[in-house]
């Protein structure tokens, strides 16, 4: 047992502080920096005794320093001692590891006074250091010394200070503020005591609810007027604003899920039903019409992502199931209940269904115009087949009937880029939500095939589902009544929950139908011309996980449009064989196929919603520049690609690993090349070879200083270059090759006026968007766009320039001849097929 004597000389530090801190009577600029060192002196010096000897602690109850501490708070005339004070509190509560000395400083009014205290806010510096107080504070809270904090009234609680003055803050301008409060109230929400979730979720307290998605939907409104300003005028500052808006609508919908995950039930209703009747309901689903509406105040693009960032981020069955059934109808059909009819019918908006299911290649389906046609001639019919121009007009359906889901599929079949893009990854997040009920993801259309096939099983086992022989059959699915039945019970929860009453009277919604829907709309998608490649490849995920297996959903009409579009392609890349760069069509097309395989093979879509409010990397589509020429070779292969693959997909076949093309053989070399001397793939300058066939010419690199070579082209295989070489004077007939350039995309042409004049386009060697290191995250390229060099060649006569142009033209000509060779298999789709098959 320690002496007493002992005791009090560990304790005289304390001792001596704590006397000097009662002698002030008054703290103003003459003493403060004493009573400063002193409170900083004793938050040490207690920290310290906490962790090694509990006799300072002892002193510290002893003579009741916290009292003392909010005594010397009341004299005080100068910011600085409630600075150090504020920090004495932080630094102490943080670091004390005893529940004993935690217990007794949360159980006196002194803590509560400490939190309440009128603080000058204005100064900054004193905001943050009473919010990392009541954060601090928050983070010793647990079932026993949260309610020394509180105060209780026959058992219930009616006030608690930390919460209450901490929530005023909770949309503070300054982000670190905003953050702190956050984690102040989650540490409150997890600590789990009843009393406790009750008064947070009571009025008025639960309008702090409310308000954080009020000030969640503002933040909804200010990252659309970015992106509004980012597509009228792109620049690197609004990207960079827009990707601050994100974080920060990510991070408070992280926030809005940490808060429904603490397990208070009625926390997580109180932020689903305003979310619905706050930012869903009256926000974001009117954005998503074709046509702006009155009131809308954000686009349809802004509107596509918050919906993904909503589903992806907020995982609760309610709110998904209600997004989901709510996009089965008309906007129109969702109002208040204070707005309801008596009978809650509006009659121009029901309608009804007439299915007639065929065979797998007929349905004919008969709705409203609230509907995305659906007419798919039977094999057997005598009725002509659609044409291109008639599948697009059945799914232009701007104006005022069509269901949210329609409006989707219409983005994907009629819209632009950025709205092909956002409804492609709205379905997909839809499709990638497990807390959907699967009946919900049937009725939109999009619940995938093998989890169809797995639902039928399993009623088939019970009894309930059809027999073995239809079980896997086209037209075999979920049954319609299930389905509306489930759709009804959620329509019944938006009802009783979320205060929206549906004005649709019997509604009946055919899975069946929808599904043919969204094929049609994604078939449309493939065939147009005017999307870019990677949109088409997240359209080509979207149907691989819908038919990962199957080509009994494709009808003839599907049939014929995807081929066409694979032929008009197929068209396209031939083109590309005698153009600008085929020396690296082999190449790009391997890796392509490569990625794309993956891509629409992974288990998620390759591009983060966040990329659709970003302005589109500009390409250089347009011009005359290798460049440009390059960019749409590579768009183009792209394209090929994921058709050619819906042509292997659609057939029933797997994709195979590699692209049927022929691998390189070991051709002899041509005449030139051999007589040169050259069997390397890329010639290196001061190789020697011979210049037997080459001509003599002069060219100037620099201007005054013309020089003279000896000019050459040469292909091997799918390579090719534009030699020249400096005639070695001992060795006759050889020379050292100083210059070599691409063959491809040389434009040889003979200057009109000066007729020994050769015009030769000198193109890079390589792309810079084909290397990953030179692309952001988002796919835009960091370095400009590479300028063609140009060479003009001077000959001794018109003859020897006819000459050289001749040399190049038939190299050039080799070159693509070759090229073709290799790719000869891709072009012949049902021979290639049956290659895959062997």
Known sequence: MVPFEDEIS???PLRFLTDQLQKFQIVNEVNQDLVIEALRSIAEIVTYGDQHDPTFFDFFMEKQVMGEFARILKVSRTVGVALQLLQTMSIMIQNLKSEHAIYYIFSNEHINYLITYPFDFRNEELLSYYISFLRAISGKLNKSTISLLLKTQNDEVVSFPLYIEA??????????VRIAVRALTLNVYHVGDECVNR?????????????????????????????????????????SCILSAVDEIEDNLYYFSDVISSGIPNLGRLITENILQLLIFPLLFPSLRMEPTNGTQIGATTSLYLLCCILRILKTKNLANTIAVALLYLLEDFIPKSEAKPNGNISDHSFTHENHCLDNDALDTKANTRLLRVTVPSSSSSSPMHSAEDFSLQHNCNGPHLALREVLLSYIVNGDEIQVLGSLNVLATLLQTKELDESVLDALGILPQRKQHKKLLLQALVGEGPDEEQL??????????????????YLQNIKDQYGWSC????LGVSPRVHRFQVLDALVGLFCRSNISAETLWDGGWLLRQLLPYSEAEFNSHHLKLLKDAYKNCTNGLLQEVRGVWPDLLTSILTDEWKKCKKAIEASS????????????AKCSLEGESSFSAGERMYEMVKVFVLRHQLQIFSSGKALPEQPPIYFPT?????????????????PKPGTEISIVDAVPCRIAFERGKERHFSFLAISRGTSGWVLLAEELPLRNQRGVLRVAAPLAGSNPRIDDKHLKWLHIRIRPSTLPFMDPSKSDAFGKSKTKALIDGRWTLAFRDEGSCKSALSMILEEMDLQSNEVERRLRPLFDLNRSRDEIDT
């Not at 909770?170 to 670190?176: I, N, P, V």
């Not at 070991?666 to 030139?672: G, I, S």
Request: proline share 8%; aromatic share 8%; charged share 25%.
């Open 10 to 12: 560990k304790s005289k």
């Open 167 to 176: 929530i005023q803050f909770a949309f503070h301008e300054e982000s670190m």
């Open 199 to 239: 008064y947070v979720t009571s009025t008025p307290l639960a309008d702090y609810f409310s308000n954080l998605v009020t000030y969640f939907r503002k933040q909804c409104i200010t990252l659309d007027e970015w992106v509004s300003e980012s597509a009228k005028n792109p620049c690197p500052e609004s990207t």
């Open 472 to 489: 896997f059959s086209s037209e075999s699915g979920v049954s319609e009544e299930g389905v509306n039945s489930v759709i009804d019970s």
């Open 503 to 506: 004005s649709c009277s019997e």
């Open 605 to 616: 879509p390759q591009k983060e919603p966040k990329c659709i409010l970003l302005p589109p």
């Open 666 to 682: 070991d051709l002899p070399l041509n005449t030139r090349s051999k007589t040169a001397g050259l069997d390397v793939l890329d």
